[in-house]
């Protein structure tokens, strides 16, 4: 049977599902290394998907699964681009696969956005789910009042966690100065600000149950927000998801207060022309979408916007700035129109982030299905085994997290949770997560 080594650049779903695929196939014989920047695998499952969500982060244990066999290693802490080159894996691998997800943030591009206070909701996600990386400053946490700007299940997530109750947050993996954080800060209200009417939502209902059901806070829908318009009816007749979404948002409008402690109110049909202050926020000017010369100040000291994501350039790897992402053809990655050999992408650096984690399955499928069939019309390979690459990291001091080392740190995280009843705390510094692994520091 043919051999084949592919390198997989990043250890989020879509890589890892890629990897699976890879091996499985009967025609060749695949080695698949998992290239990873942080010392942990799994990108935005362990730093994405909210702690209050464990039922989703259970994919982890079918994913840890493709890393169980020999064909499959993992190479964590290990940054590509850094501690080795897209060329120089493309010299030691029949087939480099970039994974590497969408790491950067939408702008919104409205005057004001670089004045802190202003803080996309990925530092605050980050910060949350204990990346090690995060720059989020639990100090922002500040004022009586947030705004998140988006209708999406991030922002739900992001308004959802800003109101938890610790008794909630500790039934989760997040590290205890986190919910320390986020049961001491002031803010009372989370509003919650989608630029269209609420049947352009894109929260799934299910995200909105689970707002809806929060135990710390009121969730207020203004029945104005709802009234049946022309372009609603029509939306409601043409979508049974969105008939559904606008019957729960009626609902909870129509529930009488708990007057609890915080308070998530959603603004639709606004969108943000201006973030005010001078050397800090203090407020954000919205105007309706319906009525542009309406505007109002919204008084606040934090704003999350949770408006997208999008990928990041690499050296090696060709991208597209107007759509962020890397732009492919097939999941072949193309420059000036033409495949680049031996190159291939997947998941959020292919499609942008849209999709939830089985969607990139399919794409995975796709990918490795591209690896693999121009793999069969190509004669030989590298003909470098693992030791190459493995002497190259080791000549550049690279210390490299193994599959045994992740599971040390999982051993270590599960330890920390069990004194509390908890399943696992997470560690959430680099130092620490070297440590767990049995790495020198
Ligand atoms: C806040 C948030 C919440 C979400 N919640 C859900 C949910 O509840 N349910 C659901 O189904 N989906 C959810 N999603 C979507 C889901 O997480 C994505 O579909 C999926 O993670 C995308 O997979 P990916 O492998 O393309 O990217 P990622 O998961 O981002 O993985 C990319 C990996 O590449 C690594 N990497 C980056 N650069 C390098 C480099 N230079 N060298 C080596 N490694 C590198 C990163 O560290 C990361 O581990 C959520 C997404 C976000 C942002």
Known sequence: MRALRVAVVGSGPAGVFCAETLTEDPGFEVDVDVFERLPTPFGLVRYGVAPDHQKIKSIIASLSEVFETPKVRFLGNITVGTDITVDEL???????????????????????????????????????????????????????????????????????????????????????????????????????????????????????????????????????????????????????????????????????PAHRSRTVRFLFDRTPVGFLGEASLTGVSLAHTSDPSRVEVLPTELVLPAVGYRSAPLAGVPFDEASGTVPHTDSRVIAGGTAVPGLYVVGWAKRGPSGVIGTNRLCASETAAAVLADAAEREGGTGRGPDAVDDLLRSRGAVVVDWKGWLAIEATEAALGSPNGRGRVKLHDRTGLLTAAGLSV
Not at 158 to 166: D, S
């Open 90 to 256: 493309r010299s030691h691998y029949d087939a480099v696969v970039i994974a590497y997800g969408a790491p950067l943030d939408r702008r919104l591009g409205v005057p004001g956005e670089q004045l802190p206070g202003v803080i996309a909701a990925r530092n605050f996600v980050s910060w949350y789910s204990g990346h090690p990386d995060a720059s989020f400053d639990p100090a922002a946490l500040t004022g009586e009042r947030a705004a998140v700007i988006g209708v999406g299940n991030v922002a739900l997530d992001v308004a959802r966690m800003l109101v938890r109750t610790p008794d909630e947050l500790r039934r989760t993996d997040v590290p205890e100065h986190v919910v320390e954080a986020l049961d001491g800060h002031p803010v009372r209200e989370v509003c919650v600000i989608g630029r269209r009417g609420p049947e352009h939502a894109k929260f799934t209902h299910k995200e909105l149950l689970e707002l809806a059901g929060v135990e710390g806070a009121d969730i207020v829908v203004d029945p104005e927000d709802l009234r049946p318009t022309e372009e609603r009816r029509a939306a409601v007749a043409a979508r049974p998801a969105t008939a559904r979404l606008l019957s729960t948002l009626e609902k909870i409008a129509a529930r009488p």
